[in-house]
């Protein structure tokens, strides 16, 4: 962690180097792979987290016990009895004109 007057520079030269001025040092290639790795994990935890909120609406909106049954328990929608039962769950026909 960065001291108090280390971390006010750094402060100072993020400002200053937007607005023109000290410039940071070039980064290395192991630390642009790193800001990439970091990137992609975290662009897989968002995407993670977006299809399990739409999964949870979805299940809200056609099988409300589904919810009411594994949404509280531990490990909840995810536990393999729960994809079990939505494995062997029927599908509603898309309605018609949808196709």
Same mark, same amino acid.
């Given at each position: 962690m960065l001291a108090a007057s280390s971390a006010s520079r750094y402060y100072l030269c993020i400002i200053s180097q937007v607005r023109g001025g000290c410039p940071l040092p070039a980064d290395s290639e192991l630390a642009q *792979?790193?800001?990439? !790795?970091?990137?992609?994990?975290q662009d897989a935890v968002w995407d993670r987290t977006c *299809?399990?909120?739409? !999964?949870?609406?979805h299940l809200r909106e056609y099988f409300p016990g589904f919810l009411a049954a594994f949404g509280e328990a531990r490990g909840g929608i995810m536990r393999p009895e729960a994809r079990a039962i939505l494995a062997a769950a029927r599908t509603r026909p898309p309605p018609p004109g949808s196709r």
């Open positions: *792979a790193i800001v990439l !790795l970091a990137r992609a994990q *299809a399990h909120n739409k !999964l949870r609406s």
